[in-house]
Structure formats: C-alpha cells, structure tokens
C-alpha cells in the first residue's frame, strides 16, 4: 500500500488549529452571560438591567476579549480580510442574534440553528414564559427536574458566577499561551480541550445546570447542550470558510450554511461474540475507547474540523466542515448528495486511511467504517447515518483489511482462541490466547490494580452472593425513534387553541383561526395562501419571525419543513400537503440539534442515575464481609508464584479466590467474603487455616497455611472496599451490568419505578426493555452473553393497539383503564399539569388509530397519524403503544442461552413482584409452595393438549387452580381470589419459578 499523499487542505487544518480551536473556544462561551441568576430572574418577569450580551462590560474591570483572543488575529489567512471579521471579539458574544457577512455570519448561522429554532415566536408567545416563582428546567420528556430560583445550582450564586468568568479567563488564557508559543505538537492541545470542557470541568457543570431557553416547553435544552453544539457547528463552518478561498467576506450566511456529518463505527459485536472471559471483553472494550479517543483526538483537535455529537459503544459521529452556500429549494436529502466536492471527498479519503492506522495500532481484528453524510442543517439524519455504519460493520470484514501483526509475533501454535486469527504461540496448549488476546485480557487488571476502577469489582467471584449466582442485567430505552426526529412529532411547541386564545388579535384583526376546530382551521387556512407570498400575512407572520423576511413559499418551506424533518420536498407535494406540512411543523417540538443531543445525553445520565442506585443497593448486607477484601500471606513451601495468577481455593468447604499480588508474598481476595465468615468473626479467623488450593487454568492442587492476615495498604489500599458490580456497558442506547442475583430483582424494581416517575408523559412512546439473566458462576461467560443476546432481540417488539376501557380525569393526572392485546386490563396514570400550575398542552399526547381529528387539541401528522390529548381520550379510542417489557431467564448451563421464553409486559414484573410478596405472606411453609408449584405444573402438562393449549374450559381451569391453591396455601377470601387470578394470568407461576429456582428463596 503506497503511503497517501497528504491533501494540501489536511495542512491547511493544522496550521490554522489554534485560529479553529479559539473559534470553538468563542462557540462555548458566545451565551455565558446567561449563566446567571440575573438573567433567569429577569426571563422570569423582574425587570432589571442586565443584559446578558454585555455580560463582559459590567465585569470589574470589564472581560477583556480583545486581550485573550487578540493573538488570532495574526492568523486568518489573506481571503478573510479583517472586514470578514468583527472589529472586538467582544461581537461574538454581542451580536450572535443578528445576520451579519463574514465569521461573525457563521457563528449567527450555528446559533441560529441549534438555538434561534427553539424561539421562532415574535412575541406571540409570551404567554409560554415561565415566571419567577417556577422557573423550572425539564427533561426533554417533560418531567421537571429542577426549580432554578427555589433551589438554585452552584453556577447560580454570585461565588459561582465568579468562578465561571475566572474559568473562561483561565481557558482562553491557557489558549493564547498555546496559541502564541505555535506548539505544533497536538498533545498540549488535546490536555487543554479536556480542561476546558472534558467530562469533570467546571464549565461543563456549570452550563449543564441551567437553561439558556427558560420558555416553554423549550425549558428542557440545557445551556451547555445549545453552547456546545453551536461551538461544532461554527468550528466546522470556519474550518470550511479557511479552506475555501472564494469565500466572500460580504455574504450573509445565516439560513444557508449546511454541515456534513462524519461517522465513524466498529463492529463491536463480533468482538463480544468471542469473548471468553469477561476480561477478554472488558478489556476489548479498553482498546476500543483507546480507539474512539484517538479518533476524537484527530478530528475535534489535530485537525479541528469538526467535534462530537453522538457516542455510542459502537459509533460515534462528528460534526465535520460545512456548505456555506445556499442549496436551491426542494433538493432532495434523501439521495447522496451529488453536490460533495471532490477535494472533500479526497479529504475524506486521507481521514479514512488515518482512522485505519489508528485501528491498526489498536490491534482491531476488524476495519472500521468512516462514512460522510450528506449536507445537513439538522441532526435528524444521524439515525440514517447511524444505521448505515451499523449495517456495514454487521459484516467483519466489510472492505479490505490486513490483519495488524503484533511486533514479535509467534508464528507456531495454535489459533488463538479468542481472535481466531493469530497463532498462540504453543503448540502443547489449545486454549492459549495469542500475545495481543493476552495483553487485552490483562488491561482491565492493571487498571483494577490501580484503583481507577471506582471501586467497581471485575471479579465474578465477588459479584456472586450467597448462593454463588450472579444475573446479568440488560436495560435500554427504545431511543431511535427520538434521535431521528419521528417520535417527536408527538410533542407540540403549543396547542393551536392555546395559541389562539392568547392571540385574539392578530394586526389589530380577530384571529382568523377557530379555536374549536383548530388543526382544520388552520390547515385549510394556510392552504388558501399558498398560491401567493404574502409577507405580512397576519398568520403566519405572527407564528414564525422568518415569515416576514422570506422570498417564497418554497423558500419558507425549506427552512420549516425541509430542513428540519425527513419530509418530502416542495416539488413532490400537492397544496394539501404542503399546508399539512407547514401546520405540522409550526406547531411540533422541534428535534433541533441541541434537543436531539439532549435526548441521547438524558438516556446516558439516566442509566448513570441507575448504576449509582444500583451500586449501593447491591452493596446492602447484613455481614459486612460481602464488600471487603483482605490480604493473605501463605507459607513459602508447595505453591508455585506467578504474579497476578488467580488461584482458585476452599476453606472451609466454601469456595475462595486469590490473586498473586506482584512482588510479594501476599494474595489478595477476589471472591465474595461473606461467604467464609460470619459478621461477628474477624480476620484473624483466617490465621493459621489451611488453604486447598489450585491455579486457575491447572488440575495441580495445593495446600497452604494461612501465616499472616491483614487489609490492603500501601498502593492497594483502594482495594480495601468495593462495589459488588462490574458494569459491562453504559450507552445511550444499552445499559448492561453484572450484579449478585439476589439483588437483580430490587435493581429491576427501582429501574421500573425511576422509569414510571421520569417517563410518565412519554411511556407509550419510550419504553423501558429489562433483560434479566440468572446463572451460577460455572455457567461460561460466552453463554450469558449469547443468553443476553438472545433477551434483547426477544425484547424489541412493535406497537401493539390498546384499547380505552374508561379515563379518570383528576386533578394533575388522568388515570387510564386500558386493555391490552391480551386482553388484560391495565391502568395507568399520566401527568396532565406543569409544576406552575397550567396545564400539560406539550407532552402527553398518544397515537391514535381514530383517522378524523376530533377534539380542539387533536392534530394531524401530514401523512395521516392522528395525535390525542392523553384527557382528550375517550371510552373506544384505540391507541399506538410500545410496550415496556421484561423477560427472565436463568441459566444452569449455556445450553439453555436459546430457551427464551416470551417478552412480558414490564407492568406484569411488577405484579409478579406483589404476587411473591403475598405468597410469602400467606404460604404455611416452604413445603406447601414446593407443593403448589409441582402440582401446578403437573396440571399444566396433563391439561394442555400437543399444541401446548389449555383443553379445558376456563371456567373448569379457573375452578381447579382456585381448588388446588386453597388446599397447598390453606387460604380464603381476598387473598385466594388474588392469587387464582394471578395463576391465570400466569404471574403465579413465574413469580414462583423466579423466586424459588433462580434465587433459591423460601416463603
Ligand atoms: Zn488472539
């Protein structure tokens, strides 16, 4: 392979990195004065004088942006005169509201896309304000997280603001250091982005905890999401104007410029696939966030063309240059736009190659793929981006791909086990990975050893509770359908009756639109205008402030429709159409860029919320043993020392790992200690017992006395505690960890009831999916991964059609009695007010199957999906449900990683869980629920003819079990009534399955 020719604009790049990455830096910090309690409490209705785009100036002495960024000057190369720029840097902060020519333009145009959307209403929409008293910050699911002013965050007290300008001084400061000094080397750069912004800087914090839009429902896009998105979007816009000598310093570019969209992906599931311990994927996974980082590293700051906005375990996607040109109207987005200029294609072919070393350094068996979209305005394709990486890295080698050689590679042996593609090594031993499988099986070792683990274990010993079972936990929230834009149009930016009730008068004229007939109205309304472009058209001027500035309908509709949802174009439509289109989307939520960051950044800390909660819920014991660990020294004589070996042993007739600590004499615990000694015992128990020891991979067994016991000191003191949980993957789009089993159910319980309270407004649309698998420790790790597998492919589901069987309106909720496809009856409540008070006209709509718009609120997708308010519903409606689910299985061996049964509703989880409760309750003895559990089970079989049917009748089946439950149980009245009715619906028998098999539980 000859080496590439470096691309004249790869140069380019890197010489004007500092100039790209200060223009980044004005990106993060152009709307900091909204980080201020003066500025809620002023959008909250005081009047006041601060003006938070002249934060700078009312500073003492006042923010010098001039003297931190001057030095950037000296780099804009010749075809960005100085009237391309703004005359202070302090205009960036000043004016991103405008429409100017030149760089000040792309930063308007990034602004204006990620955040000028959120607020298209002139005026006409005062009423959507929050005020003082309320002025909350909301989950893009409507569920009020936070009241600012009643319990203000860190970055809202004057200390707080304090440190931010200090920070941003400090930031820019660093910057102009760098900048000045022209360190050509990345890595000073990259150590100067992650202190500015990386995970744990006060920046990002602060920006996360308040709102740069405090109206509604517009209140749910955090400042730092809106400030780091448009900061990507100008960054790449600017990379694209230095590059692109014609650029005219007179343009205005504002509601023209375009990005693309680089996507980068590896098949990570082929690596799962063959992982046979859990270290073999633990520490995959190390090499492949070393590579994610490396990737990162290039695009965001060696080459500083664009930065992140979406990750994954799998794919993570850059914003990456732009178009700054105006496309004509109704192009089609659909199609590979044919527009790519080569020298970005060329571009993109060197970046390729450079993405390929970077997997070769990290020994990835497979390549990766690096796609570029089309020119984009909108974040809405990065699902069909998304899906397109996933579809071609499904096959492993899905273009031409040298395996990368390690240095000193064996070329005798046999296949490596793991990678089956590199030789071991030796001949004498099958089951021996080859130099690399090894490293990376040891990776995730060394940084145990180390402490960085967060007191998280990676043994499954440790894991394991009483009973040496573990459960492997797989959740995930079904999140496409958000990222690209479709569920969303389920969310109204307002109620069309709403609008006009607030807007009686439109130029001094009664507005035109019927409140009662609204989404009819409205259509018919604009259909009638579409012939001419009138600008002044009362309407519609008042609904969107680009009306009034706009050339044409096509021109509008682009901007409106085009731009910002997978919709048809222009051409492709009649007028219906076309004013269903413009209806639609004055009135949706729009899926802007910084909402659909915030969707998948919500999804990622909710599981992070979850992994906290787990973490000490599986750490709850009465011996406190189950979370420590001790030190062992063993007498020198018969045991053969290998550092950091694992041996395995028993004491006691209990099973005990150790691990070699290096250096040493010492072994360290790796197992579940609560096992070995009882809550009162101390350590000093274990002095002078005699070990039955064997190394892990050998038969070679050993006996050792136990000659000195103590905790862990010196280096490994972190080692002293920990958390019995190996998290295996944390995602925006899955969350799998490893627990003890008998805490798997609580973990479920809360997972279910976080869910309910989070996503109450949405739970039709964005269900919760549990997996759980049980397994004792024997059971090969390849195995409870297929099982999970296996879980999570039974676990998607469709929509299913449930039915209105009655609606309680209350006062803040509506409780709806619904039936199932099943059958069954559920309720379920939804919230129907704001916390101040108003009612919910955002969130809580459903999908109905009723084709005819009926009520006030009731709206029409354009291409037919009628949407209800949840208190507009009506005995009869048939709604459009994804069902939340769960599923079980446990597994005695891999051979059971196929019997999965069927998905249950996730609501079913939960009455299982009351209906184990009451049998522990009523049950005489453990006996009497053995009994019914067998007897029941036989009834079944004998029941049930070869298509695995009952034969009875329901009548006589419900009679038999009520028989059957009232002689094992010895109980009457309500309880029995409860538990036959369970029995039918089947939660009987798998509470008792779950619970007495899979957790060896007793009544
Ligand atoms: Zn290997």
Known sequence: MSAPRLPKEIEALRQYRPLLL????????????????????????????????????????????????????????????????????AEFTEKHHGNDPGLLGLLQAAHGVVSGAEKNLPGSGNYLKQLIPHIWLSSPWGYPKRNLLADPPEILSPQGWKRLVDEIRRVLEDLKTLGTQGAGDVDPWLAWRESAIGKDSFIRRAFLSTLAETRLPNNDVTLWDQSYVAAALFKSAVARALLDPSFDPEKRFKSTTQWYLLTVALGTDHYEARAIKISDWTGMQGAVEAFFREVSGLVEVDLAAGSLLYKDGAVAVFSFLGELDQPSPGTRKDQPSPATPKWITGLLGWITDQIENLAK?????????????????????????????????????????DIPEPESSPSQGHVCPICRLRPNGDPTDKGKPCPVCLKRRHRRLDEWLRGHLDNNTIWFEEVADQNGRLALLTLSLDLEGWL?????????????????????????????????????????????????????DPVLSNLQEGFRHERSWP????????????????????????????AHQLFRKLPSPGRVYRFWREAEDFFHELLGKFRQLVARSSNPWRVQRLVLELEANGISRTDLELYNGRWRGKPL??????????????????????????????????IELWMEDSQARFSAKVVAVRRPEGAYARLGVYHPVIPLELSPLRFRLL???????????????????????????????????????????????????????ALQGGEERWTVKDVFPEKGFVALLLQREDGRLIQRVVPTLLPDGREDVFYPYVAVE??????????????????????????????????????????????????????????????????????????PSQAALQRLRSEM???????????????ASSELWRATLKALIAEALEVRGGFLEALVEAALEGTLQWAMDWHMTALKEGA
């Not at 997708?861 to 459009?880: F, K, N, T």
């Open 22 to 89: 200060a223009m980044e830096a004005i990106g993060w910090f152009h709307m900091a004065g909204k980080a201020r309690l003066e500025f809620l409490r002023g959008q909250g209705g005081e009047k006041s004088d601060y003006k938070e785009r002249e934060w700078h100036k009312q500073e003492t002495p006042p923010f010098a942006w001039d003297d931190l960024l001057g030095w950037a000057n000296s780099l804009f190369p010749s075809h960005l005169p100085q009237t391309a720029r703004p005359k202070s840097f």
């Open 937 to 951: 089970a036989r009834l079944e079989a004998d029941w049930s003819n070869p298509e695995g049917r009952l034969a």
């Open 361 to 401: 350094a990290q020994k990835l068996e497979y390549p990766p793929f690096v796609g570029l979209s089309g020119p984009t305005r909108s974040l809405v394709p990065m699902v069909r981006e998304w899906r397109r990486a996933k579809e071609a890295v499904s096959i492993p080698i899905h273009r031409r791909w």
């Open 555 to 582: 021109f509008f509709f682009k901007k409106i429709v085009e731009d910002r949802a997978q919709a048809p174009s222009w051409d492709d439509l009649n007028d219906d159409q076309r004013a269903a289109w413009i």
């Open 739 to 793: 627990v003890p089993l008998e805490a798997a159910s609580e973990c479920v319980d809360l997972a279910v009831s976080l869910w309910q309270e989070r996503f109450s407004r949405v739970w039709d649309r964005l269900p919760l999916r549990v997996g759980v698998v049980g397994f004792p420790r024997s059971v090969a790790f390849q195995g409870v991964i297929e099982g999970a597998r296996n879980l999570e492919e």
């Open 850 to 923: 009723d084709p005819k718009v009926r009520h006030p609120r009731d709206f029409r997708h354009p291409e037919g999906q009628v949407y209800r308010h949840v208190a507009d519903l009506r005995l009869g409606d048939s709604i459009r449900v994804a069902p939340a689910r769960a599923l079980t299985l446990f597994m005695e061996s891999t051979a059971e990683r196929f019997e999965v049964p069927s998905p249950r509703y996730l609501e079913e989880w939960s009455r299982m869980r009351e209906v184990w409760a009451l049998l522990q309750r009523v049950a």
């Open 484 to 536: 690209n834009g479709e569920r969303v149009d389920s969310l109204r930016t307002q109620a069309i009756p709403e609008w006009v009730r607030f807007n009686p008068l439109l130029d001094g004229q009664p507005n035109p639109i019927d409140p009662q007939k609204a989404y009819e109205s409205l259509t018919d309304y604009i259909g009638k205008r579409l012939n001419a472009y009138n600008q002044s």
């Open 657 to 690: 790992s150790l691990l070699h600590l290096p250096n040493s004499k010492s072994f360290l615990t790796t197992s579940n200690l609560a096992r070995l000694l009882r809550p009162e015992e101390a350590e000093k128990a274990l002095k002078d017992e005699r």
